[in-house]
């Protein structure tokens, strides 16, 4: 493991953790807001709805941030729509890439996936307020050496042509100072983050958990709440779930 203090905190780098978000969790109420764990791999690295986060060993950040924010409520959608943007800005500052966003937590390049994000909060149940969010984030910076797995490798993408090691810690520390100039500044992310929209205008399925259903996306609100509208003209605000852009 190595150590290393950043503007906001503290780093720490593993080889391999069976997952950065359920290691820094069970850590996360004896330690301070911004410290970071990072590995270089993971054996059971998971993403929303508990389904495996394919993180193959160097050619991806795997990483967690510790965050105790201060404001009343928790609202999960707007730290996770602070980190797509904030991986998207340094994808565009490190490469020569554009990256879109897909409500609401995929980070895309040439409508393949490169980044996921996952926003998971523990809540006292005495007074219901927020103890601690783990926030993980998983970046695919090159294509794994024997590619991506059969189940992904149509939706999967990655940033980085060439091979290079140096630029995983230039990567971090880029996405952490992004993430904390929007952390607390809700309307540069939402900018931010509507004129990187991949939904926006398109027609989608929304998924529930009674069913999928034809919709077209139609504007993410100032709650970071994306609207749609449905074939029967009935609309609805959406908090949370799962879409799908390739209908």
């Known amino acids: 493991m190595k150590n290393e203090i950043y503007k906001y905190g503290k780093i720490e780098y593993y080889d391999t953790l069976p997952s950065t978000n359920a290691f820094l969790k069970s850590r996360a109420k004896d330690e301070k807001e911004s410290l970071v764990v990072v590995a270089s791999s993971q054996t059971k690295g998971h993403g929303r709805f508990d389904r495996k986060f394919y993180s193959p060993a160097n050619t991806g950040i795997y990483m967690s941030i510790l965050l105790k924010p201060k404001t009343i409520g928790f609202d999960a959608t707007r730290i996770t729509?602070?980190?797509?943007?904030?991986?998207?800005?340094?994808?565009?500052?490190?490469?020569?890439?554009?990256?879109?966003?897909?409500?609401?937590?995929?980070?895309?390049?040439?409508?393949?996936?490169?980044?996921?994000?996952?926003?998971?909060?523990s809540i006292n149940p005495k007074n219901g307020t927020l103890e601690y969010a783990v926030l993980g984030i998983g970046i695919n910076l090159f294509m794994p050496e024997n590619g991506f797995e059969s189940e992904i490798q149509n939706i999967a993408?990655?940033?980085?042509?060439?091979?290079?090691?140096?630029?995983?810690?230039?990567f971090i520390k880029e996405v952490l100072k992004n993430f904390f100039k929007y952390y607390n500044n809700n309307t540069e992310i939402l900018n931010e983050y509507r004129k990187r929209s991949a939904v926006i205008g398109k027609d989608i399925l929304v998924l529930k958990h009674n069913g999928t259903k034809f919709a077209k996306a139609l504007l993410i609100d100032d709650n970071f709440r994306l609207k749609v509208k449905y074939p029967d003209n009935t609309e609805e605000f959406l908090n949370s779930g799962e879409i799908s852009i390739k209908i």
Do not use: H, R
């Open 157 to 170: 993408g990655y940033i980085f042509e060439e091979y290079d090691p140096s630029l995983k810690e230039k």
């Open 81 to 121: 729509s602070a980190a797509a943007v904030a991986v998207a800005q340094t994808i565009e500052t490190l490469s020569d890439k554009t990256a879109q966003i897909k409500w609401v937590n995929d980070v895309l390049i040439d409508s393949k996936k490169v980044c996921g994000i996952l926003t998971e909060g």
